[in-house]
């Protein structure tokens, strides 16, 4: 039986000078910085032989796998759903220099369970989805190498699985 590889690879630094917990918001897009990332990152991939690219549908990945998909233009970019930033309560919101929100009565319901966690997406929920989409890209993969571009939960969750 042949092999895949999934390369699991996080956006680049997002532009966000007000400190907001972004999440699934839309219009974050990547700061110079992540754009330089971005660019590292297809300079790296750009030898490696890739056959299948998926990307979260957020603007900061998309931006993200932009110079990898460039370095590969025989490729569509396959946009998944399944490998979007976890949901939160809280997205959208500045936290405070201090974390602040995290003080007020209002938000302490959202923070009971920090093992569910209660402000948001299930762990194990994302664990199921970025399962099925890695094994999906591994499938479209067979015999050579798949990129998968998500966000850091949903990337640790992944990694938890095994």
Same mark, same amino acid.
């Given at each position: 039986?042949e092999?895949?590889?999934?390369h699991?690879?996080?956006?680049g630094?997002?532009?966000n000078?007000?400190g907001v917990?972004?999440g699934?918001?839309p219009?974050f897009?990547?700061?110079d910085l992540?754009?330089?990332?971005?660019e590292r990152l297809g300079?790296?991939f750009?030898?490696?032989?890739l056959?299948h690219?998926v990307?979260s549908p957020?603007?900061? /990945?998309?931006?993200?796998?932009?110079p990898? =998909?460039a370095?590969h233009?025989?490729?569509e970019?396959?946009?998944d #759903? !399944?490998?979007?930033?976890a949901a939160?309560?809280?997205e959208?919101?500045?936290f405070?220099?201090?974390?602040?929100i995290l003080l007020?009565p209002s938000?302490?319901?959202?923070?009971?369970?920090?093992?569910?966690p209660s402000w948001g997406e299930?762990?194990?929920?994302i664990?199921a989805r970025?399962?099925a989409?890695?094994v999906?890209a /591994?499938?479209?993969?067979?015999?050579?190498? =798949?990129l998968?571009?998500?966000h850091?939960?949903?990337?640790?969750? #992944? !990694?938890?699985?095994?």
């Amino acid at each position: 039986m042949e092999s895949s590889v999934v390369h699991l690879v996080r956006h680049g630094q997002v532009h966000n000078p007000d400190g907001v917990l972004y999440g699934r918001t839309p219009g974050f897009g990547l700061s110079d910085l992540g754009r330089q990332m971005a660019e590292r990152l297809g300079e790296h991939f750009a030898d490696v032989p890739l056959v299948h690219l998926v990307s979260s549908p957020l603007q900061r /990945a998309q931006e993200t796998i932009a110079p990898i =998909a460039a370095a590969h233009p025989d490729l569509e970019v396959h946009i998944d #759903a !399944r490998v979007i930033e976890a949901a939160n309560v809280f997205e959208g919101r500045s936290f405070g220099k201090r974390n602040e929100i995290l003080l007020r009565p209002s938000s302490w319901w959202a923070l009971r369970n920090p093992l569910r966690p209660s402000w948001g997406e299930s762990y194990t929920s994302i664990v199921a989805r970025m399962r099925a989409a890695l094994v999906d890209a /591994a499938s479209h993969a067979v015999g050579g190498e =798949a990129l998968v571009l998500s966000h850091e939960l949903p990337i640790w969750m #992944a !990694r938890s699985w095994g």
